[in-house]
């Protein structure tokens, strides 16, 4: 499985940005796409998923803000992060990712990209 991340960037407090995330291989379908997120001088963090039927996961911070969508195409998959009333606590390096379930460890990852909120 293959995953490219893109559309992050500078946004100020109450802006919305909207992140992308390409998924292809042989085996894609197979597997759960999750957002995680890394803040400056923290661990890794859960941030939302999806499957290939659309069933979604969000950790509470984020709930009401963040919408998980998946558009799925013969060969390849787009996942996007639809992220509203940023705050800067939400400044952070964003990965997508493909996992077996929500709980496991990813199987594979994507490069970060970087959503920084001013405040």
């Known amino acids: 499985v293959q995953l490219q991340a893109c559309g992050g960037g500078l946004v100020q407090a109450g802006g919305s940005l909207r992140l992308s995330c390409a998924a292809s291989g042989r085996t894609f379908m197979s597997y759960r796409i999750h957002w995680f997120r890394q803040a400056p001088g923290k661990g890794r963090e859960f941030v939302a998923d999806?499957?290939?039927?659309?069933?979604?996961?969000?950790i509470d911070s984020v709930k009401g803000r963040f919408t998980i969508s998946r558009d799925n195409a013969y060969g390849k998959s787009t996942v996007y992060l639809q992220m509203n009333s940023l705050e800067p606590e939400d400044t952070a390096v964003y990965y997508c990712?493909?996992?077996?379930?929500?709980?496991?460890?990813?199987?594979?990852w994507g490069q970060g990209t970087l959503v920084t909120v001013s405040s």
């Open positions: 990712a493909a996992g077996l379930t929500t709980q496991g460890t990813p199987n594979y």
């Open positions: 999806i499957s290939w039927a659309g069933t979604t996961n969000y």
